[in-house]
């Protein structure tokens, strides 16, 4: 590197200070405020008011308290099985429907599309309202797959919509090879096409898995009672709760134990995650 | 390629079929419903009266119309500042800063947390009046009268809600800004460098013209978000905080089911859906910038 480029480097880094003011700024913040929570989770009530966090070591209790106590273990649990179960069947049904709808030309075609395009706009709470009209009227109360169902319906105009492009890339001679051999044009289809698309599979889940995992309003209404409820439920209940006996390292625990395992799938993941979300315009 | 209708009623059937039925049929209904006179959850639609637009006018009255104001509200204040920070952020990001991958890895962080817990942050923390992170920081350098403000008193509410927005949403759009500066040929910012531009003017006659296209999808998608805006609405309780379906909420299913009728909830639903779709409709009416390749 010449003399010249480097101080013109040097310049060029002189005069991004305000920028890295701004970045170190946003990041102190998040450290200390997920720090200062994730200690506080551990201290007493206490402790927080007089300002001496972790002053008597651990207190795992406060852990105690909500996960096994206050059930958000089960919670837990039920969050997995709504984000995995939806996002599963999700994928079972838009990936051969993308498919279809990139291959071949058939009547409807047109009427599926279109109405795909305006499902994108439509807020969930439209599909809502009769459904929990019909659950009130035969005193079904909230279940499990109802909200599992949920998912997987909203899920599928955009989630279509997003596998489409990665089909259509896919060249046809795939399958005209795979019928030249005798195989059945669905086994090709799961066999040969849909491993080809993996990349955008993979983003596809991630994205989704989040979502469904972090989703509020659907699981507030459908998913609201004893067993049922997922982290975020759970989480407003036990804070309503403690907020009226004052527990405050409680609180916190339940705090960290909601918002550490999609940070923790995260800083897997980022990589991906971050090249997603600029690739494929995933509306989050 | 041809292919039998058997083959391809397997491939697209079982997605075709449940749209219909389960996405479709609903949407219909619904916005059926919000035509006619119906009482409670549990009275099917055929015993119902059919009364016009009553429902709509009703809910005029109601305090639907102060959630769409603080959803405007919302997004236009949050939209603004949103938009201005994560620009900034985005041209800081692709000029050449030391540790790039880092600091975006850390503006995306917040939009991976559930709101929810991300409003709790904030409100049980941050914003405490006790052992505020903003309360210490503010005594710290002196400034009492920040220091003493009441982030959390039912009047300032609305802004405490909004900063925690803010903060969750902006490193989305700044990823989304990112890709768009770095899809612009460098030649033109060296060209504008050597006919001596200055960086403001680079970035007001190259950058912005240039990422015109994302600008506008983004603005779809935030209208999409804050049209879902919901969780937040839990954590900052106060008047003006109610989002219009947080109402809906409240009116069908929550707390007030039962003092108003399901028609107008259902109304007030088919209100924030055309507000959605006109949006949508509109961002597609915006000519697109055809001589940049985006």
Known sequence: ????????????????????????????????????????????????????????????ENYEKVVVTG?????????????????????????????????????????????????????????????????????????????????????????????????SDISPTYEEAAAIDGCGPIRTFWEIVFPLVRPSVTTLVIFQFIGKWNEYFMAQIFANSGNNRSMSVSLNQIIVAMTREGGWGGMFAAVTFVSFPTIILYVILSRKIIGGTTAGGIKG | MKMKKRTLFILIGPAFILFLVFFVYPVIRTAAMS?????????????????????????????????????????????????????IFAVSLTSGIIGKGFFRSMLYLPNVIPQ?????????????????????????????????????????????????????NVGYFTLTFMSAIESIPTSLYEAASIDGAKRTTQFFRITLPLIRNTLTSNITIWTTRVCAFFALSNVFVSNDTVSPLMYIYNVLFGSDSGTTAVGVGAAAAVVLTVVVVLVYALSNLIPKNKDVEL
């Open chain 1, 1 to 60: 590197m010449g003399k010249r480029t480097r101080t013109l480097k040097v310049r060029q880094q002189i005069a991004l200070i305000p920028s890295y003011i701004l970045l170190v700024v946003w990041c102190v913040f998040i450290f200390v405020m997920l720090g200062w929570i994730v200690m506080a989770s551990f201290s007493t009530t206490r402790e927080l008011f007089t300002d001496k966090l972790l002053s008597s070591g651990l207190h795992w």
């Open chain 2, 116 to 168: 929810l817990a991300i409003g709790y942050m904030w409100t049980l923390y941050v914003f405490s009046s006790r052992f505020g992170l903003l309360k210490k920081f503010f005594t710290w350098i002196g400034w009492t009268a920040l220091a003493e403000f009441g982030w959390t008193s039912p009047d300032n509410m609305f802004i405490s809600m909004c900063i925690a927005y803010i903060f969750s």
């Open chain 1, 71 to 167: 059930k958000m273990y089960i919670a837990f649990l039920n969050s997995l099985l709504y984000s995995a179960v939806s996002v599963f069947f999700t994928i079972l049904v838009c990936a051969p429907a993308a498919y279809g709808l990139s291959r071949f030309n058939f009547k409807l075609k047109n009427l599926f599309q279109r109405l795909l395009v305006v499902g994108l706009g439509i807020p969930g709470v439209m599909v809502i309202i009769p459904l929990f009209s019909i659950i009130t009227m035969l005193h079904m109360g909230d279940s499990k797959v109802t909200l599992i169902m949920l998912y997987v319906v909203t899920s599928i105009p955009f989630c279509t919509f997003f596998l489409l492009p990665a089909f």
């Open chain 2, 35 to 87: 035509f006619f006179d119906v009482p409670s959850m549990s009275v099917a639609l055929r015993k119902c009266t059919f009364n016009g637009f009553s429902n709509f006018t009703a809910l005029y009255r109601t305090s639907f119309r102060g959630s769409l104001v603080t959803l405007l509200k919302i997004w236009l204040i949050c939209g603004s500042i949103v938009a201005v920070l994560s620009l």
